[in-house]
């Protein structure tokens, strides 16, 4: 039987680091001169899970010291009508980042708005500029905040993937492809061999089993199972997902990709949902937005 300090040390805390990244930050914006960065959200529609997202992303632009821009549209808008906002952010030199928050309505097409976005002021990284430069290393560019998110708990905790075999859940454009070319990188504590699975991958758990880094990021609740898990393995939980469960307050309690309780006994690391990825993820937006800012030589 493991003991409880043992168990403890196990934990990927993404509190931890995206709050040590934040504070950085923050000093170095507390001494700014001229004005601060500015990230742009933008809402349509009124998806609880999104709103809170997009409440979190104001707040952690607030507290760190960022200018930040809220606009709510009704999921009934227009296309024209939301592309006249985007570009008139685009065209704003008071604004870094703008990012458009995820899932649109349906009448809405997601990689046309995204692609509006100028790719200098894209820090989610969606626009396929930025994507490309992904795929070509080039560090010009915006990486996905979720994916960058994971990459730099990975190097906060001194993992080193060269080598190793990454095992990435999921093939989402937000996530598993994004973070396959991160793994994939010739970069210092990445150079991983990457297997990307999803639903039509065949003998799914048994490519899971031999897996040094196992990252899921497919959206439903404990589909990766304890005994999945390599021993020894490092296990990143991207999964944000709400289950019922009467005797929580609300009705439910949110949990991840992973069942916890068991890969924990198996993982040499894991991250907790919620505390793992969900706040590198913000962490990451807002370094995004003040690398946007800098490279406008505006901060002396
Ligand atoms: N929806 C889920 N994840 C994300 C994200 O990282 N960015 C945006 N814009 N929408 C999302």
Redesign the pocket.
């Known amino acids: 039987m493991t003991s409880y300090s043992a168990m403890h040390n196990k934990i990927l805390d993404g509190q931890r680091v995206a709050d040590a990244v934040l504070s950085s930050i923050k000093k170095e914006i507390e001494s700014l001169r001229q004005r601060k960065p500015c990230l742009a959200v933008v809402l349509v529609g009124d998806d609880p899970a ?1 709103a809170i ?1 997009v409440k979190r992303k104001t707040k952690a632009c607030l507290e760190t010291g960022f200018e930040s821009i809220q606009k709510i549209f009704p999921a009934t808008v227009s296309e024209e009508e939301l592309t006249e906002y985007l570009l008139s952010l685009n065209a704003s030199s008071n604004v870094d980042g703008i ?5 649109l309505p349906a009448h809405l097409n997601q990689r046309k708005i995204t692609s509006l976005i100028s790719p200098d002021k894209d820090v ?1 990284g ?1 626009h396929p500029v930025n994507l490309g430069k992904l795929v070509t290393e080039d560090s010009s560019g915006y990486v ?3 994916p960058l998110g994971v990459k730099e708990l990975l190097e906060a905790s001194s993992v080193d993937l060269a080598g190793k075999h990454a095992v990435i859940v999921g093939r989402s454009t ?1 996530v598993g492809k994004p973070l396959s070319l991160l793994l994939l990188q010739k970069q210092k504590g990445m150079n991983a061999t990457v297997t990307c699975v999803h639903s039509y991958t065949h003998d799914l758990p048994l490519i899971v089993k031999q897996a040094d880094l196992v990252v899921a990021a497919i959206g439903r609740a404990e589909f990766i199972r304890g005994e999945w898990i390599k021993e020894g393995a490092v296990v990143i939980d991207v999964g944000i997902n709400r289950v019922e469960d009467a005797s929580a307050k609300k009705g439910y309690r949110i949990v991840g990709d992973v069942e916890f309780e068991g890969a924990l006994q198996r993982a040499s690391l894991i991250t907790k949902v919620p505390g793992g990825v969900g706040p590198m ?1 913000i962490a990451m937006l807002l370094k995004n937005t003040y690398k946007s800012y800098k490279s406008k030589g505006i901060h002396v």
């Open positions: 999104s997202y990012l458009v928050q995820l899932p989610d969606f996905p905040c979720t937000i993820t």
